[in-house]
């Protein structure tokens, strides 16, 4: 089974920027998707991005990050990468790397924790 570990968290100025990677121990293609989904202290995990596995997958976004996160991936070194810029307090939250197999099924990182202070 695949493992996966989230690295990139931390604590920064709002407007700030922080990069989160997700390395895997198999192979990205494998899976239907890879994103990124967070959860604040209090609320429910809501998804952040996604990516597709295909060649120029399909990328998705909250509304909430649009414009101002990039997800993407790296198939040769089975990484995906959340590159976020213009922080808010708002997006401080425990992010997690999931990888969503074609089955349905998903395997979560442990979390990486992310605060923006304002």
């Known amino acids: 089974q695949v493992q996966l570990v989230e690295s990139g968290g931390g604590l920064v100025q709002a407007g700030g920027s922080l990069r989160l990677s997700c390395a895997a121990s198999?192979?990205?293609?494998?899976?239907?998707?890879m994103g990124w989904y967070r959860q604040a202290p209090g609320r429910q995990r809501e998804l952040v991005a996604r990516?597709?596995?295909?060649?120029?997958?399909?990328?998705t976004y909250a509304d909430s990050v649009k414009g101002r996160f990039t997800i993407s991936r790296d198939s040769a070194k089975n990484t995906v990468t959340l590159q976020m810029d213009s922080l808010k307090p708002e997006d401080t939250a425990v992010y997690y790397c999931?990888?969503?197999?074609?089955?349905?099924?998903?395997?979560w990182g442990q979390g990486t924790q992310v605060t923006v202070s304002s």
């Open positions: 999931n990888a969503e197999a074609y089955s349905g099924s998903g395997t």
């Open positions: 198999g192979r990205i293609f494998s899976f239907r998707a």
């Open positions: 990516i597709g596995s295909r060649i120029g997958g399909t990328t």
